[in-house]
């Protein structure tokens, strides 16, 4: 069916679309999928956020998605936060900063950072959210170079990343270190919060992904050298990893007691080890020789696992105030996915099943509506984009209450010339 489609469009480009040149030749199959792959990905990016209610009410969320209003609280005022339905409701033509999302924050709209402004879906707030932390993403800056993202000034591209313990975003230029392929990392420590989390250099010679090899005089060229291994330092690793391969079967027991289960849903279970002290996988690690740079590192999936829990380790991270690296639940990946699974339900796609039962000339016309739906639902909402202000639900009723209307004039043009 769908290579039928394809093939229709293909055969009758003139067929329903008003004829002239040609245009680019688009399956309804590759169009659908194509809007289904836009659609996991923000179901990601807003992680199961409500966009009707008020997060405040739950108090200060594990993660959600969030926005800061440029309108209400510019430059030189306080930073506030504002959650996904507050964006919509509260700041619909505001100039909003996306901030992606943050950890342990609770919604801001209408306390006593904004002076002119009730919150429309539940006013009665306190006057500020004293455990709410901040940074200069607020006010839609970025990195250590302080600048705004997309930057029209910059020209050099780049790909930003996100701190996982201070929140900030950086330029991958700007890290220290270049960064490995995108791929082959899963989280980012930066330079600042490593000199912060200095424990963290001892595990980072055991767990961290290397960063790729740059020279700092062609750096502003944005060239990098990835340099081979030369043979003392392969022979060095090697036999790191036959030391390390001798020691995994003493170190077993005791990461079955200090590791938390990295399985979906369920909770770990105790484990009881026979010597009457756990061991500190920290101090074992700091008794070895460890590398420590002025520089940004990058982590693996499930390193978090790898950090030990004993009762000195906890207490550090408790005054470091990073209680949050020994929960997996934390990460970002976990938040995309719960996005993702509380969207993905079995369920059949009602316009797959319409366009199984049209036959083929139908199937053209189809195609064609969605395409002058799509230019002109494009070129509406570009206004949106470029005046920086929120899309509400007035807006796409507006929108499609325009289209159907020049719809039915072209009909009744056509009818016309037909009679």
Partial sequence: ????????????????????????????AEVLAENEELEKEARAVLGGSDHERCSYSQGAVKRQALYACSTCTPPGGEPAGICLACSYECHGTHRLFELYTKRNFRCDCGNSKFKNLQCKLLPEKGKV???NKYNDNFYGLYCTCKRPYPDPEDEIPDEMIQCIVCEDWFHGRHLGAVPPESGDFHEMVCQACMNHC????????????????????????????????????????????????QETKEEKQVEQ?????????S????????????????KELQSKEFLKKDTATFWPSNWRSKLCTCEDCLKMYSELEVQFLTDECDTVLAYENKGTSDQDTERRDPLMDTLNSMNRVQQVELICEYNDLKTELTDYLRRFADEGTVVK???????????????RRRTNRMQYYCS
């Fill in 267 to 282: 909770a770990c279970p105790e484990v009881v080890t026979k010597s009457e002290e756990p061991v500190c996988k920290l």
């Fill in 1 to 28: 069916m769908e290579a039928a489609a394809a093939a229709a469009a293909g055969t009758e480009p003139g067929s329903g679309c008003g004829g002239g040149a040609e245009e680019p030749v688009v399956s309804l």
């Fill in 257 to 265: 007691f200090n590791e938390p289960s990295t399985s979906s849903g």
């Fill in 129 to 131: 959210n004293s455990g």
């Fill in 393 to 407: 639900r007035e807006d796409i009723q507006h929108f499609f209450e325009e289209f159907q209307s020049r719809k």
């Fill in 198 to 245: 200095h424990f963290l250099w001892a595990y980072a010679s055991q767990l961290a992904v290397p960063a790729l090899t740059k020279v700092n005089s062609l750096e502003d060229e944005g060239i990098v050298l990835k340099v081979e291994e030369s043979e003392e330092q392969k022979k060095e690793i090697k036999k790191e990893s036959e030391v390390e391969h």
